[in-house]
Nanobody, 123 residues
Framework: QVQLVESGGGLVQAGGSLRLSCAAS????????MGWFRQAPGKEREFAAY????????YYADSVKGRFTISRDNAKNTVYLQMNSLKPEDTAIYYC????????????????WGQGTQVTVSS
């Protein structure tokens, strides 16, 4: 069982930066791949970023590639999402998720989800 709690969301102007954190409970955090997803109003939840359990591999959605960076600290049971050059279209609730599936870009590839943190980017 893994419990996830996101933090770091807020209101930022276009071009600004935010760093999201996701703190995990449980001693098995380091065995899980971690993902960040986001959901804008009226839209489906979509993949943003993924990092393998070891931190050796990371993948990004095309919409955030080059602007967002995912990282993890297994000693602190925490995964991060550094978001730079934010755009109004990045406005969404951001969720972190833990799983062991190879379907890293799919919602169904994750077993545990946080409650989400709101990110709002003003133009």
């Amino acid at each position: 069982q893994v419990q996830l709690v996101e933090s770091g969301g807020g209101l930022v102007q276009a071009g600004g930066s935010l760093r999201l954190s996701c703190a995990a409970s449980g001693r098995t955090f380091s065995s899980y791949h971690m993902g960040w997803f986001r959901q804008a109003p009226g839209k489906e939840r979509e993949f943003a970023a993924y990092i393998s359990w070891s931190g050796d591999s990371a993948y990004y959605a095309d919409s955030v590639k080059g602007r967002f960076t995912i990282s993890r600290d297994n000693a602190k049971n925490t995964v991060y999402l550094q978001m730079n050059s934010l755009k109004p279209e990045d406005t969404a609730i951001y969720y972190c998720a833990a799983g062991k599936s190879s379907r890293y870009f799919q919602v169904g590839g994750y077993n545990y989800w946080g409650q989400g943190t709101q990110v709002t980017v003003s133009s």
